[in-house]
Nanobody, 119 residues
Framework: QVQLVESGGGLVQPGGSLRLSCATS????????MGWYRQAPGNQRELVAN???????NYADSVKGRFTMSRDNAKNTVYLQMNSLKPEDTAVYYC?????????????WGQGTQVTVSS
């Protein structure tokens, strides 16, 4: 099983920055597509960004130009650099690992880390 542990969340003022990290315990990190999701109180979990095993990134429209996702396969870690944070970015952020083989997806999730943007 793949274990994911998020860190780096906290309280930040609007316009500030935060960097989230997701450390994995799996030994085949490089084969997974990785994603960051978030869930605010009363809302459904939504995709923030993802990155393929080849390093191709995709972002939700709401975070484009502000967030940057990256991965370090040597460290088995994925990052989410969040800049120009807004109050609406407040949510629990979850790390996701997805393995797709022959059209079948297997997902693994971290426990989440709280991000609060407030003045």
């Amino acid at each position: 099983q793949v274990q994911l542990v998020e860190s780096g969340g906290g309280l930040v003022q609007p316009g500030g920055s935060l960097r989230l990290s997701c450390a994995t315990s799996g030994r085949r990190f490089s084969i997974y597509n990785m994603g960051w999701y978030r869930q605010a109180p009363g809302n459904q979990r939504e995709l923030v960004a993802n990155i393929t095993s080849g390093g191709i990134t995709n972002y939700a429209d709401s975070v484009k130009g502000r967030f940057t996702m990256s991965r370090d396969n040597a460290k088995n870690t994925v990052y989410l650099q969040m800049n120009s944070l807004k109050p609406e970015d407040t949510a629990v952020y979850y790390c996701n690992a997805r393995w797709v083989l022959f059209g079948v997806s297997t997902d693994y999730w971290g426990q989440g880390t709280q991000v609060t943007v407030s003045s």
